[in-house]
């Protein structure tokens, strides 16, 4: 009997290949930083975590040609892997695991949730988002690793439209519809705050939900979801006449343009989101983890 994987509902992986993948993501992360060289992982990650992850690696081989004299391997242990069955491409896989580099002092405080994502039969899988979440804040996955619809009828937001929300949420303070917390009230009021004699600051935001920026999700077993998304952030400092912005080497790596008045950074974002039910509770979003990184800044 034929299974075609574009119309059945099957299994992501199995549970091997989903082992070998997390093993060459993390060999050829470890080379790619050992050797600041973004060629050698580039075809194991892609999405947020891709565009993160290539631009720093380029802006520290510019700062340090001959690599990373610091390089300590990443040791990714006690994977735990959430598979969802789902029709068609493309596919994707949790893995949930230990790591050797974010710990308290009882060593096994969080944990590094890695998202791969596989666009076709004959493609490879790559990492596409990376959050790094405290044990006792994760919430209970449905035992069925049912994977979330992009529309999600039952939430109080739709994956596809959690980007949107908070870009809006961060320029104008509405729609309020996640809890406050660093990543959300905390990031806006520090924005809105940012003073420095001399110097204009401005925002600009944008979702990104399309192609290898798609939001991931699965349903929680109270009825929610945890979710992956990603969005694009800007900032832009003008100074006044006579001065100049400052400009650290990792942003002056990246830089296109000359720096006269004007920089502008752009950072691409992930966020780890628990979305409760609708009627659940206060019904708002929980960000659990955002991990951002500058990939480009321009001077004017």
């Known amino acids: 009997?034929?299974?075609?994987?574009?119309?059945?509902?099957?299994?992501?992986?199995?549970?091997?290949?989903?082992?070998?993948?997390?093993?060459?993501?993390?060999?050829?992360?470890?080379?790619?930083?050992?050797?600041?060289?973004?060629?050698?992982d580039a075809a194991v990650v892609t999405g947020p975590l891709g565009a993160v992850n290539q631009a720093g690696l380029k802006a520290r081989h510019r700062i340090a040609p001959t690599?990373?004299?610091?390089?300590?391997?990443?040791?990714?242990?006690?994977?735990?892997?959430?598979?969802p069955e789902k029709a068609g491409w493309p596919r994707w896989f949790l893995a949930d695991t230990d790591a050797n580099r974010d710990t308290d002092e009882s060593g096994r405080n969080s944990r590094w949730l890695l998202a791969f994502t596989k666009t076709g039969p004959d493609a490879g899988w790559k990492a596409a988002y990376l959050s790094v979440v405290a044990k006792n804040r994760l919430p209970a996955l449905a035992p069925d690793a049912a994977p979330v619809a992009a529309d999600g009828p039952g939430l109080a937001v739709a994956p596809r439209d959690l980007g949107t929300r908070y870009t809006q949420y961060l320029q104008k303070g509405a729609p309020d519809v996640f809890a406050p917390g660093a990543a959300t009230s905390g990031w806006r009021e520090a924005r809105l705050n940012t003073r420095r004699a001399g110097f204009s600051y401005q925002y600009a935001d944008q979702p990104l939900d399309a192609g290898a920026y798609a939001p991931l999700g699965l349903v929680t077993e109270d009825g929610g979801a945890l979710v992956f998304f990603s969005s694009r952030h800007f900032e832009r400092q003008t100074a006044a006449r006579g001065l100049r912005p400052a400009v650290d080497p990792d942003v002056e790596a990246l830089l296109t343009g000359e720096v006269k008045s004007t920089l502008?950074?752009?950072?691409?974002?992930?966020?780890?989101?628990?979305v409760p039910k609708k009627g659940a509770g206060t019904g708002r979003v929980t960000v659990l983890s955002r991990l951002p990184g500058l990939t480009s800044a321009e001077g004017s």
Do not use: C, W
């Open 1 to 40: 009997m034929t299974v075609h994987g574009e119309r059945e509902v099957v299994p992501a992986a199995t549970r091997t290949e989903a082992a070998r993948a997390l093993k060459e993501f993390t060999a050829a992360y470890n080379a790619a930083d050992k050797a600041y060289d973004p060629a050698l």
């Open 67 to 83: 690599g990373n004299s610091r390089h300590q391997p990443l040791k990714l242990t006690d994977a735990r892997f959430v598979i």
């Open 264 to 274: 502008t950074k752009e950072r691409v974002s992930s966020q780890l989101v628990y």
